[in-house]
């Protein structure tokens, strides 16, 4: 008797199974950068924590944060006076929670009397590519309500999605970037509402006109004039009469 098993997930992303129903399109966007929020519970004296840790920069008189980065996982923190964080660059929510917890390990480490609390994404972006152009400008026009596509000011068409709040860069390579996420959730919902859309305004590639050569052809066409034919003879050198 055969066994039967559950199907594979679609693919995986961090250490998380993709749930292959909510990608309908087969296509999974790419977390590229996740920006989260904490607050480290305390007043913190930026000047110390600059000269104290390693990798950390500060410049009241440009930003009034001290900017710390570390390596696993590749981020950066912004660290203020009232004890509050930005943190940013992660991939994942886990690496966001994890890369948040390393600063305030660190500040405490300087003596300060840290608790870690408040953790929030704030923001998520992520991107994805449908591997086919897209006509812009007729998309601007059927959905003006959403779009703004001014290509001299900026190449991509923005889209404002009212449900999920999503904000959509839309390329006409077929590139798209998604922003404004509080949940992955959200960026997958968006992507699949609105890649039938995009498919509607898919850009046809039409046929070559009649007698028109192909980049082989043509290619192949200039070698051969560029090529003495055999019955010419190779010119004679001139002679310098003395």
Do not use: W
């Not at 909510?22 to 519970?41: C, D, E, F, R, Y």
């Amino acid at each position: 008797m055969a066994s039967t098993s559950a199907a594979p997930p679609a693919s995986l992303e961090g250490n998380e199974e993709v749930d292959a129903e909510k990608h309908p399109s087969g296509i999974i966007p790419t977390l590229q950068n996740i920006v989260a929020t904490a607050n480290m519970g305390c007043q913190l004296d930026l000047k110390a924590i600059a000269m104290q840790a390693r990798n950390a920069e500060y410049n009241p008189k440009r930003f009034a944060a001290v900017i710390i980065r570390i390596r696993e996982p590749k981020t950066t923190a912004l660290i203020f006076a009232s004890g509050k964080m930005v943190c940013t660059g992660a991939k994942s929510e886990e690496n966001a929670r994890t890369a948040a917890r390393k600063y305030a390990r660190i500040v405490q480490k300087l003596g300060f009397p840290v608790t870690f609390k408040d953790f929030k994404i704030q923001n998520i972006v992520a991107s994805c590519d449908v591997k086919f152009p897209i006509r812009l400008e007729g998309l601007a026009y059927a959905h003006q309500m959403f779009s703004n596509y001014e290509p001299e000011l900026f190449p991509g068409l923005i889209y404002r999605m009212r449900s999920p709040k999503i904000v959509l860069l839309i390329f006409v390579s077929g590139k798209v970037v998604l922003t404004g996420a509080k949940q992955r959730d959200e960026i997958y919902k968006a992507f699949e509402n609105i890649y039938p859309v995009l498919n509607d305004y898919k850009k046809q590639m039409g046929p070559a006109p009649p007698g028109a050569l192909s980049p082989a052809d043509a290619q192949a066409r200039v070698a051969a004039t560029s090529r003495p034919s055999p019955s010419e003879k190779p010119p004679e050198p001139m002679r310098i009469q003395q």
